[in-house]
Each structure stands twice: as structure tokens, then as C-alpha cells.
């Protein structure tokens, strides 16, 4: 099973300030990676998919690399809106399909 | 418009089973995988089981091999989630999506199993 890790689990940030978010894997998965944000009582919404490909709808200012093990979420200026927990998911080497445990943008 | 309607979850003592379905619509039902994912309360998320669009594979984590089944009905655009032999930890916001990399997501429905 591939591991799935994010940092930090809390991330501090000023509105209008650069986020930048981690999430490693046990072994590489190419760039089989998605990063998904959920807020309070709301399903997940799918943010980036293909590592770097920006989902239909989803502003410009969130931005997603890496390949193999290592992979980055920024969002460049961070809006009220924004602040949620985001989560990175493999799909490279499934069954199992595995979740990062998530990181909390918060003010 | 996609879109993935859950239904069935409630309240269910442990041991108990419970079947929750999945509509969907706004798009060709049959030529696409299918998951659950569940998020525990307060906690992240967690993938539970997939299907292929024949029912080609089904997959299923560890934690729900042997007590929950997973099936589709192209004919009716759904899929299902036959759970048995209920635990505790298995209380959860139950969440129906599409393909792999998750582009759609249903609102969920939330399974709580206690005495």
C-alpha cells in the first residue's frame, strides 16, 4: 500500500500571502496525484488532477507539481474562501486508492 | 449537469447491515468506475470500494473486506453499497464518486452505527 503524507498538518497564513502545501509518497506513483479541498459539512472538491492539471472551474491561483514521491499545492494569494483542509490522493498503484491525512489552511 | 445523489444511510445497532444507493445522471453512467469514500467524524478520508463500468473489477479497502458489497445497475444509472456486520467504526459520511481521480462527488450520507 502506498503511503500518502502531508505537511504541515496546520498551515498559518495571512489572506493575500503564498500557501504552500506538501504531500510525499512511499514510492513513486509518476504523476498519478490529485488534491482535492474540502470545507465544513461540504463534499471534497476536486482541485488538480495529473499532478498539475487545474480541474474545469478552478482559479488560476492554485497550482500543483511534482512527480515520483514528491508533489506541491500553492495557492499564490490566498482568498477568505480558501481557507480548508486540503487533502492529496494517489491513483497510480491502486487497489488501495490512499488519502493524505490532510492539511488545515487556516487565518 | 453531473450529478451523484446518496441515499440510505441512518442509524444501525452493531452486527446490523444497512444498503446505500447512488443515483447519478448528467452523463453516460455505464463508461465510467464508480468509488465509495467515507470520512469518519472529524477525521480525513478514506477510500472503501470501486467498481468497473461492467462490473469489470471490484476492489475493496482492507477495512470492509468480506462485510460490504459493492454493485451497479447500469440500466437504472446506480450503484450500491451493501454493508453488513456493522461496527462502530464504520460510522462515517459515505460519499459515492466517479473515476479515479475524483471529479464528482456526491453530498454523502452519513451511517451511524451505535447501540
Known amino acids: 500500500e502506498i503511503v500518502m503524507t502531508q505537511s504541515p498538518a496546520t498551515l498559518s497564513v495571512s489572506p493575500g500571502k503564498r500557501a504552500t502545501l506538501s504531500c510525499r509518497a512511499s514510492?513513486?506513483?509518476?504523476?498519478?496525484l490529485a488534491w482535492y479541498q474540502q470545507k465544513p459539512g461540504q463534499a471534497p472538491r476536486l482541485l488538480i488532477y495529473r499532478a498539475s492539471t487545474r480541474a474545469t472551474g478552478i482559479p488560476a491561483r492554485f497550482s500543483g507539481s511534482g512527480s515520483g514521491t514528491e508533489f506541491t499545492l500553492t495557492i499564490s494569494s490566498l482568498q477568505s474562501e480558501d481557507f480548508a483542509v486540503y487533502y492529496c490522493?494517489?491513483?497510480?498503484?491502486?487497489?488501495?486508492?490512499?488519502f493524505g491525512q490532510g492539511t488545515r489552511v487556516e487565518i | 449537469e453531473v450529478q451523484l445523489v446518496e441515499s440510505g444511510g441512518g442509524l444501525v445497532k452493531p452486527g446490523g447491515s444497512l444498503r446505500l444507493s447512488c443515483a447519478a445522471s448528467g452523463f453516460t453512467f455505464s463508461n465510467y468506475n464508480m468509488n465509495w469514500v467515507r470520512q469518519a467524524p472529524g477525521k480525513g478520508l478514506e477510500w472503501v470500494s470501486s467498481i468497473g463500468t461492467g462490473s469489470s473489477f471490484i476492489y475493496y479497502a482492507d477495512s470492509v473486506k468480506g462485510r460490504f458489497t459493492i454493485s451497479r445497475d447500469n440500466a437504472k444509472n446506480s450503484v450500491y453499497l451493501q454493508m453488513n456486520s456493522l461496527r462502530a467504526e464504520d460510522t462515517a459520511v459515505y460519499y459515492c464518486?466517479?473515476?479515479?481521480?475524483?471529479?464528482?462527488w456526491g453530498q454523502g450520507a452519513l451511517v451511524t452505527v451505535s447501540s
Open positions: 490522493q494517489q491513483y497510480d498503484k491502486w487497489p488501495p486508492i490512499t
Open positions: 514510492q513513486s506513483i509518476s504523476s498519478n
Open positions: 464518486t466517479r473515476d479515479t481521480a475524483m471529479i464528482y
